[in-house]
């Protein structure tokens, strides 16, 4: 591997650095945090709660550590009512033409007073 066998030994019996302690030590503690929310947190709500216990780090090495760790929040999304798509079964047989010869054939009903998003 081109590597010499004293830099290799140096390299294995190396102590890690202060540097790399604290990032292990805060790695730890995104990973118990992650858990405790039963992974619902992410890199915002972590990086208060360890900000709180007095671990001064950014929201931007929170994400970064715990992409590198490869864990994320689970995004919820909100429930949609599905859409019902106006097909060959639902064919408009009135045309238009809303009367009728008998009672109860042809219903009708005005559906205004429903809010819808629009400014209009």
Known sequence: MGVSKSGYYNWVLRKPSEQQKKKTQRIETIQELHDESKQNYGAPKITVLMNRNGDNISERTVRSYMKEM???????????????????????????QFTSD?????????????WTCDDG
């Open 102 to 114: 008998k009672p109860n054939v042809v219903w009708c009903t005005d559906i205004t007073y429903i």
């Open 70 to 96: 490869g864990i994320k929040a689970q995004w919820v999304t909100e429930f949609k009512h599905a859409q019902q798509s106006f097909n060959e079964e639902l064919k408009n047989i009135l045309k238009q």
